[in-house]
């Protein structure tokens, strides 16, 4: 068993053992909101944002990005779930900044293998393996932090599938200082129409 394996499920027996009443939990989010967000390991929406179990959906991916899966994920969560507030969160200091589409792309042909950065920017360690597939997928990287939140506020905004007397509000978390900073050109985008 791996150690990172043994410190999961170690971890897991302990959870369990005082899940007390959280089975009883109802499958719609109590507090009736849902927050899409960025996959850093930096960030604790549950810290965040003050959440316990039940309180909200929290939806994350690499930058945090509406892409097709994650307004798929939103669009359950008020038309089955009940959702009536949605939070767009990216952060400072976000990966996706780093590299371009075409970057990765370049990388993923060159192997599969966990590439490095340095000052000079992205390297494939080599070794053959790779892949053109990684040419066929928008990575949705970031050039403009706020304009990125605004853009995936617009793009939930006006998807045919999401109504419009749900707000969805746009902010930047700050990974040094854990505050949520208002992006407001993306919460005016979001606001009800």
């Known amino acids: 068993m791996s150690k990172i394996l043994d410190e999961v499920l170690t971890a897991n027996h302990a959870y369990a053992a005082d899940f007390g009443d959280k089975g009883k939990l109802p499958m719609p989010p109590g507090r009736h909101f849902a927050i899409l967000t960025c996959m850093d390991a930096r960030l604790d929406p549950a810290k965040y944002a003050g959440l316990a179990e039940g309180d909200a959906h929290v939806i994350r991916n690499a930058g945090g990005r509406a892409s097709d899966d994650a307004i798929r994920s939103l669009v359950i ?10 939070f767009v969160i990216h952060h400072t200091d976000c990966g996706m900044e780093t590299f371009t589409d075409e970057v990765m792309r370049k ?58 007397d ?9 990974v040094r200082t854990g505050m949520l900073n208002e992006v407001p050109a993306a919460s005016e985008a979001g606001r009800v129409r």
């Open 77 to 86: 969560s008020y038309k089955l779930l009940g959702t009536r507030e949605w």
């Open 107 to 164: 990388l993923l042909r060159g192997s599969l293998k966990t590439a490095s950065v340095d000052a000079s920017g992205w390297h494939d360690p080599g070794g053959g393996g790779g892949s053109r597939e990684g040419e066929h997928i928008s990575w949705l990287t970031i050039a403009n932090l706020e304009q990125s939140v605004v853009d995936d506020v617009e793009r939930i905004r006006n998807h045919p599938l999401v109504p419009r």
């Open 166 to 174: 749900i707000p969805i509000y746009g902010y930047v978390y700050d």
